[in-house]
């Protein structure tokens, strides 16, 4: 129907309504009719009226989050501020506005494995669940094509809450540059050595070599690997790359270079951090679920007091 009215709009002072109103499924006075209603407001029906106050702020979610989130996703978002709007309406004027959020593509392997390498065990055993901040991180990195070459990323995720604490954009997929993530990591969460704190990851040849353990070990890690190529035992990882593919890389690109690479992750880390929905730990983003696990150690201490 909008999109009837807006060719009228556009063909009348051609063709004039009726000619027009012959061609297509509209009659005249339903035209006239939405033409008043504009015109004024007051004689806008009470779901227009709902669906002329809803739109901007849809389209407002919509744009301030990366233009990636789905009906689902903006509508949490809009709870969260307050709105009293039901899904189906998001659902419904996204339609009508044309926006529709992101769909994650196919994994692709990254993973190239040494067999001679001695490998530490897997302590994860798939369970990508932990009961506080700094129990178990999980790495990984991806590539990335760009007119220079191809980029590669790493990241280290805290799996408590998903909040990336570690990454690094590099030209080559060398050890090096993983392990730059895994600086980054320690440098901000700073974990107590020896605490018990999990690192894992794949079987690839960075992570598995001897200047990597050697780090965890000095840092009082305790190493972690899964299968070859297997996607699941590094599941978590592999999520949040496929996330970081699908929202940024295939979304924004082509890329010209590793610079414009690294400003774009920068971005999106910081938004996925402190306010991307995570259905996984309650619609909130990463940063908050943390804030409130330590807002309730503080809380029996206040009580205490």
């Known amino acids: 129907m909008e999109a009837m009215i807006a060719f009228i709009d556009d063909h009348r002072a051609s063709y004039g309504i009726e000619p027009i109103c012959e061609v297509l499924p509209i009659v005249p006075s339903t035209y006239r009719l ?7 407001p007051e004689r806008m029906s009470a779901r227009a009226k709902r669906d002329a106050r809803y739109m901007p702020e849809i389209k407002r979610v919509f744009d301030d989050n990366f233009q990636v989130y789905g009906a689902r996703k ?37 993973t190239v494995s040494d067999k001679a390498a001695v490998c530490p065990l897997d302590h994860v055993n798939r369970q990508f669940k932990a009961p506080r901040p700094n129990v178990l991180w999980v790495s990984d990195f991806t590539y990335v094509a760009s007119w220079t070459g191809f980029v590669y990323v790493a990241f280290v995720v805290d799996a408590y809450a998903r909040r990336i604490v570690g990454w690094r954009v590099s030209r080559s997929a060398h050890a090096g540059f993983v392990l730059d993530a895994l600086e980054q990591a320690l440098h901000e969460r700073r974990p107590v050595s020896g605490g ?23 840092a009082g890690l305790v190493p972690s690997v899964g299968s070859v190529g297997d996607s699941y035992d590094n599941a978590l990882a592999e999520t949040i790359n496929g996330l970081y593919k699908a929202e940024v890389i295939h979304r924004r690109g082509p890329w010209r270079s590793l610079e414009a690479v690294e400003y774009a992750t920068l971005e999106w880390v910081d938004w996925f951090n402190n306010r991307r929905l995570l259905e996984p730990i309650g619609n909130v983003p990463p940063a908050e679920a943390e804030a409130r696990y330590y807002a309730g150690l503080e809380e029996p201490a206040k009580l205490a007091a």
Not at 196 to 218: F, M, P
Request: glycine share 8%; proline share 0%; net charge positive.
């Open 74 to 110: 903006v509508w949490r978002q809009m709870l969260r501020e307050g709105f009293d709007v039901a899904r189906c309406t998001v659902e419904r004027l996204m339609r009508k506005m044309g926006l529709q959020g992101v769909i994650r593509g196919k994994r692709v392997r990254t």
């Open 34 to 40: 939405h033409v008043a209603r504009r015109r004024e």
């Open 196 to 218: 018990g704190l999990v690192h894992h990851s794949d079987r690839g040849v960075q992570y598995v070599s001897i200047k990597y353990t050697e780090r965890l070990a000095e």
